[in-house]
Nanobody, 114 residues
Framework: QVHLVESGGGLVQPGGSLRLSCAAS????????MGWYRQAPGKQRELVAR???????NYADSVTGRFIITRDNAKKTVYLQMNSLKPEDTAVYYC????????WGQGTQVTVSS
């Protein structure tokens, strides 16, 4: 069983920054890709950023240049640094970890509002 714990969400003003963290624990032999998804009210869940075990990254067009995804393999943790936040970034953010199966975090709310 794999357990993911997310942290770092909250309320921030437009133009501000937040850093999300997601730590994996449990019976993990090896971790493949790790990523962040988000779901805004009334919308489908979408990929925000993803990082492979080798460190290759890809981002949604809407966040390219503003968000940075990194991972610490020793800590089994993935991070999402979010800069220049916009109101349209408001959503519940979920981390996803591929370890044979895909595991999801419980979600953390990010609200960008003045």
């Amino acid at each position: 069983q794999v357990h993911l714990v997310e942290s770092g969400g909250g309320l921030v003003q437009p133009g501000g920054s937040l850093r999300l963290s997601c730590a994996a624990s449990g019976s993990i032999f090896s971790i493949g890709s790790m990523g962040w998804y988000r779901q805004a009210p009334g919308k489908q869940r979408e990929l925000v950023a993803r990082i492979t075990s080798g460190g290759s990254t890809n981002y949604a067009d809407s966040v390219t240049g503003r968000f940075i995804i990194t991972r610490d393999n020793a800590k089994k943790t993935v991070y999402l640094q979010m800069n220049s936040l916009k109101p349209e970034d408001t959503a519940v953010y979920y981390c996803a970890v591929d370890a044979i199966l895909r595991y999801w975090g419980q979600g953390t709310q990010v609200t960008v509002s003045s």
